[in-house]
């Protein structure tokens, strides 16, 4: 009996469809259709959008909305995250296919099928080892520094749209020096629908829905739904001008000719030359992806006091990823805008992902031929005001204010990823996340401590007033022990010994905040008490915790330990301090 719930726990684990499906009701239908009708006419541009933005046909973005919201609905824990193309990966992918220098459009999107395939297999092996706690790793600003470059190279990638030129590059200074090489080329028509365009989506997301609310006595919440769906008007109302003045005929580009039917299912085609090509690209889309998902789905989980599992998220976007390399899509992941459209617009199940695809699928089937004449600036405008709402360089501000370190990780991921491009800056991002973790924890917090007068508390003798012993040295160490800061600590230990030499007898060292201790410590730890041994003082620990002793008594450690190991440093204190303890 108890086999059999546990092999279903586990399956249920697997597949969450399994355990909110059970209870679905229709009220939760009520809601996931409301929300999916919104959602669903809020992606169809906005998909166009960052295909075009991956430098893939505009049909592509569809492609890679409708299944992968199907498989996260199968195997996502998030009740309300929207799974699709995003700007920040969309941009990544375009930065992954350039360097391939494939000039036929087949092969180009058979490539991003790849990458996507590649990206979503590398999210199920980590998910299958269970390392979703490997993203904290991640320093947050350093990644809000990374979005926020990412989105004003975003921006300024797709002025070539808004001013009708043409313009290659991938860093912000390439952009930008040959847009102003080209600045005598610009087509004005192109540009006063970009400008139009730009105009009305900054109103929408500003001011629509309080003009709305005020002039008209539309309720908040219909105020707010047309806000968001503010970007289907300026593609209806642009499309509609450019069919009516035919404005391809002065030199306005628009979306063309987009394929009507089903996504092409199947393997894209693959050769180990392109794999080991992308295999790297991959893995940085796919660390990026799963941060930026599992940021938003937690923040929307907790809205509802709901949890979400960091390990079977990385199944759930690597499944995602995967169906949308199968179905001629790209790399994908959990989008901020769209999932909290979906969790504003009532979704309360993944179901509301699923009669999403289903909306777009119809989109795909019977609506694509109206897109002829959407002008490309339109979707460049749609771009550009949602990616500046990433931006947001006032972490740089705080990061000076805070800590210097932070604001030098953070400086350096903005600057080389607008100077060198996503996958440089991207890089730079990831190892200064960790070179900064192994440099604050190599440098550990040794803090001198004393006893508080009638009190059992032990507090920094340069910060309290506090009871100290002359034969006695109370270090508190604040980090855990491994090999980065043992030597640093086996220093400081003998240092202070050595600067109170005639008069110490004791060194307690209180290990309250120390989680673990590597080998290499364990080593220090034994060379300082042999050294401490040589010059008559004895070597004490205290307030030890359970996991660490329980290593310790497997070494050799304690046999050799000159003094004790006590319960508290209270006690610690209490055992060995003379008659000679006064006020530091």
């Not at 491009?421 to 924890?441: P, R």
Request: with cysteine; proline share 4%.
């Amino acid at each position: 009996m108890l086999g059999t719930r546990f092999r279903t726990e586990q399956i249920q684990r697997f597949f969450p469809i399994l355990d909110w499906g059970k209870d679905y009701t229709r009220a939760n239908l009520t809601g996931d259709l409301t929300a999916a009708v919104i959602v669903t006419i809020m992606l169809i541009p906005q998909s166009l959008a960052y295909a075009l933005l991956a430098g893939l046909p505009a049909e592509v973005g569809l492609y890679a909305s409708i299944l992968p919201l199907v498989a996260y609905a199968i195997f996502g824990t998030s009740r309300a995250l929207a799974v699709g193309p995003v700007a920040v990966v969309s941009l990544m992918t375009a930065s992954a296919l350039a360097p391939l220098g494939l000039a036929n459009v087949a092969d180009y999107v058979a490539a991003a099928g790849v990458l996507a395939l590649l990206s979503g297999l590398f999210l199920v092996a980590m998910g299958a080892l269970r390392l979703g706690a490997l993203a904290s790793l991640l320093s947050h600003p350093v990644i809000a520094g990374f979005i926020s470059a990412s989105g004003i190279l975003i921006a300024t990638s797709q002025l070539k749209h808004i001013l009708g030129i043409s313009v290659s590059g991938h860093t912000f200074p390439e952009i930008v020096s040959q847009v102003f090489s080209q600045i005598g080329l610009v087509n004005f028509p192109t540009v006063l629908i970009g400008v139009a365009a730009l105009g009305f989506l900054f109103w929408v997301r500003k001011g629509m829905a309080r003009t709305l609310v005020r002039k008209f006595g539309v309720s908040e919440y219909l105020a707010a739904t047309a806000a968001r769906i503010g970007p289907i008007f300026a593609v209806i109302g642009t499309t509609f001008l450019a069919w009516v003045l035919n404005l391809p005929e002065y030199g306005v580009a628009v979306v063309g000719q987009v394929p009507t039917g089903f996504p092409p299912f199947g393997l894209p085609k693959i050769d180990l030359e392109l794999v080991g090509q992308l295999i790297a690209p991959a893995i940085l889309i796919s660390i990026i992806g799963y941060v930026e998902s599992v940021s938003v789905a937690q923040t929307l989980a907790a809205k509802k006091k709901q949890r979400i599992d960091p390990n079977q998220e990385l199944i759930a976007l690597g499944a995602s990823n995967i169906s949308s390399g199968m179905s001629g899509g790209y790399p994908v992941t959990g989008g901020f805008a769209r999932s909290v459209v979906n969790y504003d617009a009532g979704a309360e199940t993944p179901a509301a992902g699923a009669f999403t695809a289903v909306g777009l699928l119809f989109a795909a089937l019977a609506l694509t031929p109206l897109l002829f004449f959407l002008p490309k600036a339109t979707l460049a405008a749609t771009i550009i005001v949602a990616v500046l709402s990433l931006v947001d360089l006032s972490i740089l501000k705080h990061a000076w204010g805070y800590s210097k370190a932070d604001f030098a990780a953070v400086f350096a991921t903005i600057a080389l990823t607008l100077a060198m491009g996503v996958e440089v800056g991207v890089a730079t991002g990831v190892g200064v996340s960790l070179a900064l973790f192994v440099w604050k924890t190599a440098r550990p917090h040794v803090a001198e401590v004393g006893q508080v007068p009638g009190t059992q508390h032990f507090r920094n003798i340069c910060r309290h007033q506090v009871l100290t012993d002359p034969e006695i040295v109370s270090l508190r160490i604040d980090e855990s022990l491994y090999f980065a800061n043992a030597r640093r600590m086996e220093d400081m230990i003998l240092a202070r010994v050595h600067h109170g030499r005639d008069e110490i007898r004791h060194v307690i060292l209180m290990c309250s905040a120390v989680n673990e201790i590597d080998l290499s410590a364990l080593e220090s730890l034994e060379a300082t008490n042999q050294r401490l041994k040589d010059l008559g003082v004895k070597l004490h620990l205290s307030e030890v915790k359970g996991p660490v002793m329980d290593r310790l008594k497997r070494s050799h450690f304690l046999d050799h330990l000159t003094g004790s190991v006590f319960l508290s440093q209270y006690e610690a204190f209490q055992a060995l301090k003379s008659d000679t303890a006064a006020a530091a």
